[in-house]
C-alpha cells in the first residue's frame, strides 16, 4: 500500500493570507486527486492530476503535480473563511475500481476573518 | 439529488453488539465503497465492490463483512462491534463512464462503549 504524507497537518492563517499543502511518497503516483471535506459532510473531489509537471488552477486553488509523479501541492491565493475544511490528497488503485483510494493524513485548514 | 445515501447518521452501539450499515445511490454506479475515517489517519479502505455480485477486501477489513445487495444497494455489517471499531464510516460509489470521480456519502458516526 503506497503511504502519503501531507503536510503541515494543521494550518491556522488569517483572510487574505496565501499557503501551501504538500502530499509526498517514497513510490510514484498512477495519478493523484485532492478532495476537500466540511465538517459532518463526506470528502468532494477538487481535482485529478495525471501527468507529471500537471499544474491546475481551480479559481484561486492551484494544484501542481511534481514532474516525477512522487510528490504534489495545493497553493491557495488570499484564502477566505470559505476555505476552512480538511484538504486530503488521495492516489488511487487505477483500472476499473476508480475509488480504490489511499489517503494521506489531511490537512486542516482554519481561516479567520 | 440524493448521490450516496448511508443509514443511521449516528449510532451508540455496546461491546459485543451487532449492526448493519446501510448505503444506496442513484448514480448507476458499478463500483461502491466503504471507507472508515479516523483522527489523524485520514480514510481508510474497509471493502470494496467493483461490480454488482462482487466484493474484495480493503486496507482494514478485520470485523466487517460486506453485502452487495443490487447495484444500488451495499451494506456494511459489524458482527460484534468493538471500541476500536469507533469511527466516521463513509459509503462512496464510481463509476468507469463517469472519469475518476468519486462519490462520498454523508458518513455515519458510530460510537462503541
Known amino acids: 500500500t503506497q503511504l502519503l504524507e501531507q503536510s503541515p497537518q494543521f494550518l491556522s492563517i488569517q483572510e487574505g493570507e496565501n499557503l501551501t499543502v504538500y502530499c509526498n511518497s517514497s513510490s510514484v503516483f498512477s495519478s493523484l486527486q485532492w478532495y476537500r471535506q466540511e465538517p459532518g459532510e463526506g470528502p468532494v473531489l477538487l481535482v485529478t492530476v495525471v501527468t507529471g509537471g500537471e499544474v491546475k488552477k481551480l479559481k484561486r486553488l492551484t494544484f501542481q503535480f511534481g514532474d516525477a509523479r512522487k510528490d504534489s501541492s495545493l497553493h491557495i491565493t488570499a484564502a477566505q473563511p470559505g476555505d476552512t475544511g480538511l484538504y486530503l490528497c488521495?492516489?488511487?488503485?487505477?483500472?476499473?475500481?476508480?475509488?480504490?483510494?489511499?489517503f494521506g493524513q489531511g490537512t486542516i485548514l482554519t481561516v479567520h476573518p | 439529488n440524493a448521490g450516496v445515501t448511508q443509514t443511521p447518521k449516528f449510532q451508540v452501539l455496546k461491546t459485543g453488539q451487532s449492526m448493519t450499515l446501510q448505503c444506496a445511490q442513484d448514480?448507476?454506479?458499478?463500483?461502491m465503497y466503504w471507507y472508515r475515517q479516523d483522527p489523524g489517519m485520514g480514510l481508510r479502505l474497509i471493502y470494496y465492490s467493483a461490480s454488482e455480485g462482487t466484493t474484495d477486501k480493503g486496507e482494514v477489513p478485520n470485523g466487517y463483512n460486506v453485502s452487495r445487495l443490487n447495484k444500488r444497494e451495499f451494506s456494511l455489517r459489524l458482527e460484534s462491534a468493538a471500541p476500536s471499531q469507533t469511527s466516521v464510516y463513509f459509503c462512496?460509489?464510481?463509476?468507469?463512464?463517469?472519469?475518476?470521480?468519486?462519490?462520498f456519502g454523508e458518513g455515519s458516526w458510530l460510537t462503541v462503549v
Open positions: 488521495a492516489s488511487n488503485a487505477g483500472g476499473t475500481s476508480y475509488g480504490k483510494l489511499t
Open positions: 448514480m448507476n454506479h458499478n463500483s
Open positions: 462512496a460509489s464510481s463509476d468507469g463512464a463517469s472519469g475518476n470521480t468519486i462519490y
